[in-house]
């Protein structure tokens, strides 16, 4: 999807997938915040600080005053939709993956479409770098790649591979994150998602739920939204202006009074997560399609009953009152 006029395209988004199955979501509570979970094959880098947005609680925080606007305009009668899960959808990984690499791993230059707007690296891209929907997928094919020596985050949106005889590779756009800081993106820059937010902290990865569940907020689409931004995000990516559209950064939680008591533990857990973290509007897509990493652990069938809940269940809150770091 093109990050700089996403309001013009609606992602075609994979199918369902599932969600998160260690805890006995029953009555356990969520981890409060202390930093996101390492992610596999890189355990001594946390998914940036304890006082990140993504990491922030968001359970407290008031209720916006145009929200009943902003959730008819996603759609109040449409169900959440996890687009991760196990097993392969159209030839692909169902979700977001991304890999680990040391400092042995070499770096390669890229070319950017958008290169006024991204950094210019050089990558650490291994030739076998996973990309989302396969190889020979035609959709927004981002990668992520975290240096675990260095505790960087480097992602790309519409990677390609060097053409014959050429060394460099080819994307959209791409941003290097360095995991021990809250830095954000120059004002008005994109990233590898619309919004000029990094996307694997909003990601629903099962190492979580070995760690005791889900303690950030989730990555999640919407087909149209507003030309504004608000923090943690950077650039907007439409050209409507309706005030009843989200914003770019927008932040949505599940009502605290909806029961999720009688969902399967991995969707109950997701459910907990947006409870007390909410989740984060970075990018155009389907309405309400929830991101994730793929993962042969992941239970497709339980993660179909979230889709059960509607948007109605979801409220927008005002972050103006989230500490920032």
């Known amino acids: 999807m093109d990050p ?13 997938p599932c969600l998160l199955t260690v805890m006995a979501v029953g009555g356990a509570a969520l981890a409060a915040s202390a930093g996101g979970h390492p992610v596999k094959g890189a355990p001594n880098c946390r998914i940036f600080p304890a006082n990140n947005p993504w990491n922030q609680r968001a359970d407290k925080l008031p209720v916006a005053s145009n929200s009943s606007q902003i959730v008819n305009s996603i759609g109040r009668g449409t169900g959440l939709h ?5 097993g392969l959808w159209d030839g692909g990984p169902i979700g977001i993956p991304y890999t680990t690499v040391g400092h042995s791993q070499p770096k390669v230059k890229v070319n950017f479409g958008y290169a006024d707007e991204s950094d210019k690296g050089p990558y650490p891209i291994p030739k076998n770098v996973p990309i989302e929907g396969g190889r020979k997928s035609r959709g927004d094919r981002h990668a992520l790649i975290v240096d675990r020596d260095a505790c960087r985050l480097y992602e790309l949106y519409a990677l390609y591979p060097p053409k014959p005889g050429k060394t460099a590779w080819r994307a959209g756009s791409g941003a290097i994150w360095s995991l021990k800081s809250n830095h954000l993106r ?8 619309a919004a000029g937010l990094p996307i694997l902290p909003g990601l629903a990865r099962y190492e979580d739920l070995t760690h005791g569940g889900i303690d950030h907020a989730l990555r999640f689409t919407v087909s149209r939204t507003r030309r504004a931004f608000v923090y943690p995000a950077r650039h907007y990516a439409s050209d409507l202006t309706d005030p009843r559209l989200p914003r770019m950064g927008e932040r949505l939680r599940l009502k605290s009074n909806h029961d999720i008591s009688h969902f399967p533990k991995q969707a109950r857990a997701v459910l907990r997560a947006l409870k007390l973290y909410g989740m984060i509007v970075p990018d155009t897509g389907s309405d309400w399609y929830i991101s994730g990493a793929p993962s042969s652990h992941w239970n497709n069938d339980a993660l179909h009953t979230l889709g059960q809940v509607k948007g109605s269940a979801f409220e927008v809150v005002d972050t103006t009152k989230l500490p920032r770091p």
Do not use: E, M, Q
């Open 4 to 16: 700089i006029s996403l309001d013009s395209v609606v992602s075609v988004r994979r199918f369902l």
């Open 186 to 193: 120059p004002k008005t820059w994109t990233s590898a998602d």
């Open 82 to 86: 996890p687009d991760f899960g196990s």
